[in-house]
């Protein structure tokens, strides 16, 4: 099929990632994808940020600012009208942000099916983060008439489906794609022993942690927990990334004196990290958003990895206690130091989980081929939809 793939996004980060995983794998299943989308830079680390459009955020009044993000619909739907005319695609992809119509005034105008993919309920995220919202009635219904317009949302949870459904997204339009793995990018990995020898890590145990760390990750418990009696003296807390707590908690480390037991490898070219992560012992998921489908989770599995996480919903979706991960609960105290007493000191439960974890990945399809895959069948039904109603 012909696929018009439209998004807003500007920063090389993990939703980077998502969007180039998401379109080589639809041309990779022989499908034509045109591209409508903001020119950004070609840096390669991840993590980095357009930093103009961060500045201009902070200089303009936010309503102001969010005006202006609803103007660029405007913009981005006549490079979207122009590119359907001459592309002449089967569907619509758009990546779904806040105030961006330009997918559903397509769609509204052309007829074309519209696949709108959603990472997160922008409205209630914004609400609650980076000072809120400055127009909270037109941002929600800015999103509401995206989310009704699409032939499908695709959210990448079931949990951020049920913010779906609140806006009169009916079940039969809500079709659930996690976030996925691109297993190419890790067969090179080294085998454990040769990535901790690479990194001079051979005599310790790893506990991992992949991303840009925030204070909500709650990696400070982890060191926390690394300065008491029950962490193996050989523990380790291995970092593939960087973020803002990063001086806090290596002040918290030196304060603790595990100074030499706790390292940041900063912002790393993407395609270092499978090399990274494969040195770990254990691999870390503190905390999580309560509707995200977390990348850093599925490099973890496709590393076959020993996994600690919180038994959130969302992360249920994926993880199964005992099984692929050593799930704790975030409402009892203490309930993630023990997790990773327990994990640390059994080396033979470390094996098991890093087996199934692995073992997941195949069962439940979670690449971004599977995920190209349902999206070329989910067009397929739209269309079949719209020929049934005569258009």
Partial sequence: MKILYHHRTASKDGQAVHIEEMIAALRADGHEVRVVAPTVGEEGEMGTKVNWVHRLKALLPRALYELLE??????????????AHEFRPDFIYERYNLYLLSGALLRGKLGIPLLLEVNSPLVFERSTHSGGLALPSLARWAEGRVWRAADFVLPVTHVLAGHVRAYGVPDARIAVIPNGINLAHFADAPNQA??????????RLVLGFTGFVRDWHGVDRIIDWMAG????????????????V????????????????????????????????????????????????????????????AIVAPATPNLQEVLDDGRN????????????PAALTRLCNDSALR????????????????????NAGR???????????????GH
């Avoid at 609803?70 to 590119?83: C, P, T, V």
């Avoid at 999206?375 to 109603?389: C, F, G, I, N, Y």
Wanted: hydrophobic share 50%.
């Fill in 70 to 83: 609803l103007a660029y619909s405007l913009l981005a739907y006549r490079n979207l009208l122009q590119a």
């Fill in 194 to 203: 040769e990535a901790k020898r690479a990194l001079g890590l051979e005599d």
């Fill in 229 to 244: 009696p029950d962490a193996p003296a050989h523990t380790c807390l291995f970092i593939v990334g960087d973020g803002p």
């Fill in 246 to 305: 990063r001086p806090d908690l290596e002040a918290q480390a030196e304060r603790l004196g595990l100074g030499g037991r706790v390292t940041f490898t900063g912002v790393v070219d993407r395609d270092r990290v499978p090399a990274l992560v494969a040195a770990f012992d254990v691999a870390l998921q503190p905390a999580v958003t309560a509707y995200a489908s977390p990348l850093k989770l599925m490099e973890y599995l496709a590393l076959g990895k």
């Fill in 325 to 336: 991960a050593l799930l704790f609960d975030e409402r009892v105290p203490d309930s993630l």
């Fill in 351 to 370: 094996e098991a989980l890093a087996v199934e974890a692995r073992a997941t990945i195949d069962r439940r399809a979670l690449t971004w081929t599977g």
């Fill in 375 to 389: 999206v070329a069948e989910l067009a397929e039904q739209a269309h079949q939809r719209l020929q049934a109603r």
